[in-house]
């Protein structure tokens, strides 16, 4: 089946600079975004993974020029949009929403949620003024909440209900995009449970693409089709969801994924823990960005960065940043070996 390709990301760079000195000239850069190129076809769920920092938001936030992005090529449904006009742009953002983490801070609280989902279809001219209570009707019941609650003020609902708010203004245009940003991460694990399940609800009737972005490896099983792992501002491991959760490639996603709790006790996992914190993205390491945390770092990690590749034993489509991909998935690397000998002589 030839998917439709909405959303292509090449060689995207988001370096924020560093202002200093008397004249507050810049002095430096954060390169929080450096050469990310992912695609994203239409009616799938796409995740963002990794920790805190490593250039997931930044990524999301660039792809709708809420930060203009530095350098790369973002296309949307076949429109460069780095290169839009403002005007244009904003005509191109109906079909290009974001919900956010904290839908408290995203809602305008002097304003009714009728008022929040009124400006926003004004904006976009998307329903005529005559019929727009009547689709403010509509838009309540679609995300559980009921018509009269639209004259209330975003206060008088709790967590998950705003964050119904915030996904029903975001539905309110029509979009053909969502970009979640860690949209249930402040929710309680019931009420995330909710919200994801109308996520996909939607998607289904809807045919919404999403781009979710999440630390929550769990939410990620649950929501994606494809996932995306990010190191410090680098991808290192694009996949099908179950080629990411069963057949890991990177040592960076090994870990990520061994970290995440078993329920059940019997169960042992190797669980590698990194050593070392995450480096800062104002002065990258050299060659793989990872190796200063990596348990099979040999010298040539610390001078080559590694392209994103399939090898023999991956599926199409599977691709890892990883000089020793193979050595590593077959015991021949040297620091594997050498862990074996260190078992085997105990
Ligand atoms: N406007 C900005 N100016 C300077 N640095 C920024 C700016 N926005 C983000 N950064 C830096 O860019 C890097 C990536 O940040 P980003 O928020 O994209 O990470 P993240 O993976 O989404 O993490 P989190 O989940 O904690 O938000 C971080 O080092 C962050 O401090």
Known sequence: MNRKELLKVENLKQYFPIKGGIFGRTINHVKAVDDVT??????????????????????????LRLDEPTDGKVEFNGEDIVSLSKSKLRRTRKDMQIIFQDPYASLNPRQTVRQILNEAMEIQNVVPRSERNDRIAELMETVG?????????PHEF???????????????????????????????VSIQAQVLNLLKKFQREFNLTYLFISHDLGVVRHISDRIIVMYL????????????????????????????????????????????????????????????????????????SPELETRNHMKKGHQAACHFIEEIHSGEHEATRDLRNVRQES
């Open 158 to 188: 709790s967590g998950g209900q705003r964050q119904r708010i915030g996904i029903a203004r975001a539905l309110s245009v029509d979009p053909k995009l969502i970009i979640c940003d860690e949209a249930v991460s402040a929710l309680d």
């Open 145 to 153: 909440l009921k018509p009269f609650q639209a004259d209330r003020f």
């Open 233 to 304: 501002g680098k991808i290192v491991e694009i996949g099908d969801k179950d080629s990411i959760f069963k057949n890991p490639q990177h040592p960076y996603t090994k870990a990520l994924l061994s970290a995440i709790p078993v329920p059940d006790p019997d169960i042992k996992k190797n669980r590698i823990i990194l050593k070392g914190d995450v480096p800062s993205p104002i002065d990258p390491p050299e060659g793989c960005r990872f190796h200063t945390r990596c348990p099979f770092v040999v010298d040539k990690c610390r001078s080559v």
């Open 38 to 63: 992912f695609t994203v076809y239409e009616g799938e769920t796409v995740s963002i993974v990794g920790e805190s920092g490593c250039g997931k938001s930044t990524t999301g936030r660039a792809i």
